[in-house]
């Protein structure tokens, strides 16, 4: 079946700091795959996405490149901010049209001042 | 509309009455998802309604939740003879396609008391 694994936080950096949380996702097909960010206080909210292998999605200074080859999406950022403190949900989705959209059980992200 | 609404925002019962939570997904989305978030959890997968295909009902924990989607659009979902451990945020999402972005709702904050 299909699944998403992201590493397990939380994860606490001070300011200006490079940031990596890694997920790695196992599908039948040919996935979509997403990266949502939940602020405190607030709903979740799609971040970035890459729909096909090599595919770079980018938003906000956070950068997450399809490598089918390590079956990987890792969510990078050169230099947080405090404001960046969140959850972080990675998913994916396959082709099948009957399929779900998949999330990982999402990162905790602390950084500070 | 503009985004997913959802509602009440919040809802306070008491152990063992039933509640009924609702979802209005954005105008042409087929795709609809139910999760629920407990304190400091990931998206626990309720149910998804794809078009008229059948729902996924794969993820709901009890029979005492149910889930249904009049005319395509607006969604309940219904928790009989609630439980405390039922205390938590639900989410609602829609999509264009199951592979699409997930465009979420604000949620309704649950309370069992």
């Known amino acids: 079946g299909n699944s998403v694994t992201q590493m397990e936080g939380p994860v606490t950096l001070s300011e200006e700091a490079f940031l990596t949380i890694n997920c790695t996702y196992t599908?039948?097909?040919?996935?979509?795959l997403f990266w949502y960010v939940q602020y405190p206080g607030e709903g979740l909210q799609l971040l970035l996405k890459?729909?096909?292998?090599?595919d770079k999605g980018s938003n906000k200074g956070f950068e997450a490149t399809y490598r089918k080859e390590t079956t990987s999406f890792h969510l990078e950022k050169g230099s947080v901010q405090v404001s960046d403190s969140a959850v972080y949900f990675c998913a994916l989705t396959v082709m099948n049209r009957d399929d779900k959209i998949i999330f990982g059980k999402g990162t905790r992200l602390h950084i500070l001042p | 509309g503009a985004g997913v609404s959802q509602s009440p925002s919040n809802k306070v019962t008491e152990k063992g009455k039933d509640v009924e939570l609702r979802c209005d997904p954005i105008?042409?989305?087929?795709?609809l998802y139910w999760y629920r978030q407990s304190l400091g959890q990931g998206l626990e997968f309720l149910i998804y309604f794809q078009g008229n295909s059948a729902p996924d009902k794969s993820g709901l924990p009890s029979d005492r939740f149910s889930a249904e989607r009049t005319g395509g659009s607006v969604s309940t979902l219904t928790i009989q003879r609630t439980q405390q451990e039922d205390s938590a945020v639900y989410l609602c999402?829609?999509?264009?396609?199951?592979?699409?972005?997930?465009?979420f709702g604000p949620g309704t904050r649950l309370l069992v008391l």
């Open positions: 890459a729909t096909k292998a090599d």
């Open positions: 999402a829609s999509s264009s396609d199951q592979r699409e972005t997930q465009y």
């Open positions: 105008s042409g989305h087929t795709a």
């Open positions: 599908a039948t097909g040919y996935p979509s």
